[in-house]
C-alpha cells in the first residue's frame, strides 16, 4: 500500500507567524487556496482510492478540490489532527523561539510535552497507528496495492516519515514538509520504502501508479473488447541490491 502524506496548503496563520495548532477558524490564505486547486494537475491522474484528513480546516479545504474531482468522500481521522500545543497554541513563533521548550523541541523532541498540551513522541504515536491502520483496511479492501492520500500537518507528517526511515524521533527536524508538500511512503509487509519527501513540484511520479500495465492487442485480447481490471500485487519487501534498474 502507498500512501501520500499531504501537507495543508499555506495558511492565515503561517503568513501571520503564529502557531495555529488546534485553534478554530484557522482557514487557508489565497496562497494555499491556489496550492489546494492545484493538486488537481499535480495528483489528479493518479489512481487514488480514498481520502483521509484531520478534522481541522485548513487540511479539509486544502483536500476538497481533489477529493470531489475523483468523487471520494474524505474520511475525518482525529488521530492525524495538529499537534496539541497547550498554552503554545497561538502564540508568535518569535516569542516562543525564546522558550526553553524550545532547544528541546529543537535538540531533543522525544522529550519534549507543550504545557497543557500533548508530546510529540505521543504525536508520533498515534499518527503511526492511525496510518498503518487506514493502510491494512485498504489493503483489504482493494485486495492488493492500492494508493490512498493522507491529508494532514508538518510535525505529524514528519514523525511518520522519520518512523518510516527507522529514525529516531530525535532526528525528525532533519526532515522539511512544506506547505502543499507531499511526500510518499509504500507500505509492505517486512518494511515501508521512502519513495518522496517534501515533493512541491508538477505531478507527481507516473512510477505511484499501482498494478501491472494493460493487456496490449499483442497478448490475443480485441481492441474493443472491455479488459478486467488485474488484482493489483502487493510490492516486494526487499530492496534491489545495487538500487533500482529505472
Not at 55 to 61: D, E, G, I, T
Not at 95 to 106: C, D, F, H, P
Not at 182 to 207: C, D, E, K
Amino acid at each position: 500500500m502507498t500512501v501520500i502524506l499531504l501537507r495543508h496548503g499555506r495558511s492565515t496563520s503561517n503568513t501571520a507567524g503564529t502557531l495555529a495548532g488546534r485553534s478554530e477558524g484557522v482557514d487557508l490564505d489565497d496562497k494555499g487556496r491556489e496550492q489546494a486547486a492545484g493538486l488537481i494537475d499535480r495528483l489528479g491522474d493518479l489512481p487514488i482510492r480514498a481520502v483521509v484528513t484531520s478534522p481541522l480546516l485548513r487540511c479539509r479545504h486544502t483536500i476538497e478540490p481533489l477529493a470531489e474531482l475523483l468523487c471520494l468522500e474524505p474520511l475525518v481521522e482525529e488521530r492525524l489532527a495538529e499537534v496539541d500545543y497547550g498554552d503554545w497554541t497561538g502564540r508568535k513563533i518569535g516569542e516562543l523561539a525564546k522558550e526553553e521548550l524550545w532547544r528541546v523541541v529543537q535538540a531533543h523532541p522525544s522529550a519534549a510535552v507543550f504545557p497543557g498540551g500533548e508530546g510529540l513522541a505521543q504525536v508520533q504515536a498515534r499518527a503511526v497507528a492511525a496510518v498503518r491502520e487506514h493502510d491494512r483496511r485498504l489493503s483489504e479492501e482493494h485486495q492488493g496495492d492500492a494508493l490512498w492520500v493522507a491529508c494532514t500537518h508538518g510535525d505529524v507528517i514528519k514523525s511518520l516519515i522519520a518512523d518510516a526511515y527507522g529514525m529516531h524521533l530525535d532526528g525528525f527536524q532533519r526532515v522539511t514538509a512544506d506547505p502543499a508538500s507531499v511526500s510518499v511512503i509504500r507500505y509492505t509487509p517486512l518494511r515501508p520504502f521512502v519513495l518522496h519527501v517534501n515533493h512541491t513540484g508538477g505531478r507527481l511520479a507516473a512510477a505511484l501508479r499501482a498494478g501491472p500495465p494493460p493487456k496490449s492487442d499483442s497478448d490475443g485480447d480485441k481492441p474493443d473488447e472491455p479488459q478486467q481490471q488485474p488484482t493489483e500485487p502487493v510490492p516486494s519487501s526487499d530492496a534491489v541490491v545495487g538500487g533500482s534498474p529505472d
